[in-house]
């Protein structure tokens, strides 16, 4: 199974930008579908962005869409998220996920803490 280490969150002004990094071991990441979650609290995880194993194809939450772009590294076997003149509205804890496309078992990172405040 694989295991998923994230990076790159902190404290950002808003209209700033910041790259989250996640970090995959014990398989290739190549193998899953991707996504990445943000959680707020006292609210449900939601998906921001996902990359399909079947298609190979990006999407995008509609109140990210522009600003953040999702891409993935077979080489290094990581995955990013980068953000793009970020709100307020986008403080979250963030979190990578790989989907196992047969089992649909999902392995999750840690989590990163997404602050954006002036």
């Known amino acids: 199974q694989v295991h998923l280490v994230e990076s790159g969150g902190g404290l950002v002004h808003p209209g700033g930008s910041l790259t989250l990094s996640c970090t995959a071991s014990g398989d290739k990441l190549g193998l899953y579908s991707l996504r990445w979650f943000r959680q707020v609290p006292g609210k449900s995880r939601v998906v921001v962005a996902s990359?399909?194993?079947?298609?190979?194809?990006?999407h995008y939450a509609d109140s990210v869409k522009d600003r953040f772009t999702m891409s993935m590294d077979n080489d290094k076997n990581t995955m990013s998220l980068q953000m793009t003149s970020l709100k307020p509205d986008d403080t979250a804890v963030y979190y990578c996920v790989a989907v196992h496309p047969s089992t649909l078992s999902s392995f999750w990172g840690q989590g990163t803490q997404v602050t954006v405040s002036s």
């Open positions: 990359i399909s194993s079947f298609t190979n194809t990006t």
